[in-house]
């Protein structure tokens, strides 16, 4: 089965959830139109990735008024769709990817596990893999830095994801890193990923929208421009992903066995 996937780089407002879930309606009714049955947006692009006190203000449970404005747009746009925001349950803050499902529910929450620098002054680290199964297709979530750790993208592989689903905020300065990263996570496990990276220029922190999408065999199937809003979409071909595979079976030609130094803490000196 084929279907069409997109990637959305917008400047959000930092700290204006009203305009950006505004826009976020603009972009799903632009995809639509575009018959692009799943959508990715940037990372905490719900508030905008501002400085660490103002992202652990903002943040709020995903409930509520929030979480029937969201299922709005997905259900107004028939839209599966993906996004970033900080999210507070209790006294604890996430860094949390939502998935939205066409008909408005909420498919999957993904906390993100690996925290970058600054992130660990507001957020908790999350825990747990997230992956989910629905018409189109088997996929998974992670976070922009997960995308450095090999082990986040094999543990998804080897649960059946076929598509990975990537929000991001990446430095400006390291974006060519970024766009390699997904192409090495795409091929090390035969599985597409789609990276939506933010276009934010701050005083305290500046990305350069480099969204990517990439298949199996690391090929890049779409890329956005640098610094600038827009949309890339590539054909999602789930049969050609499922032949590849056959013809290189990676994860069949693992040796769980000779990998027990991976699970040891620490490194050697």
Not at 48 to 77: D, K, T, W
Not at 158 to 183: K, P, Q, T
Not at 188 to 216: K, R, T
Request: glycine letters at 8%.
């Amino acid at each position: 089965m084929n279907f069409r996937l997109a990637c959305v780089q917008f400047r959000s407002r930092l700290g204006a959830i009203d305009y950006n879930l505004a826009r976020m309606a603009q972009w799903c009714e632009h995809a639509a139109a575009q018959n692009v049955r799943v959508l990715v947006f940037p990372e905490a692009c719900l508030t905008g990735y501002c400085r660490p006190r103002s992202m652990a203000e903002l943040a709020q449970p995903f409930a509520g008024e929030l979480r029937e404005r969201v299922a709005h747009i997905a259900r107004a746009n028939k839209m599966l769709f993906t996004f970033g925001m900080p999210e507070r349950e209790g006294e604890a803050t996430f860094n949390t990817m939502i998935a939205m499902g066409a008909n408005g529910e909420m498919l999957a929450r993904y906390r993100k596990m690996h925290l970058w620098a600054a992130e660990s002054k507001w957020a908790q680290a999350g825990d747990e893999y997230v992956t989910f199964k629905t018409e189109p297709a088997h996929f998974g979530l992670w976070l922009c830095y997960d995308t450095r750790f090999p082990e986040v993208a094999r543990v998804h592989a080897l649960r059946g994801v076929e598509a990975a689903l990537v929000a991001s905020a990446w430095r400006s300065s390291h974006v060519e890193e970024w766009r390699l990263c997904a192409r090495a996570r795409a091929i090390d496990n035969g599985i597409f990923v789609a990276g939506s990276d933010a276009v934010l220029e701050a005083d305290h922190f500046n990305c350069a929208g480099g969204s990517i999408i990439a298949g199996p065999e690391g090929s890049v199937l779409a890329l956005a421009e640098k610094g600038q809003e827009g949309m890339i979409v590539a054909e999602i071909d789930l049969a050609a992903l499922h032949e590849r595979r056959k013809d290189l079976p990676l994860l069949l030609h693992r040796r769980p066995e000779l990998y027990r130094e991976l699970v040891k803490q620490g490194l050697r000196h």
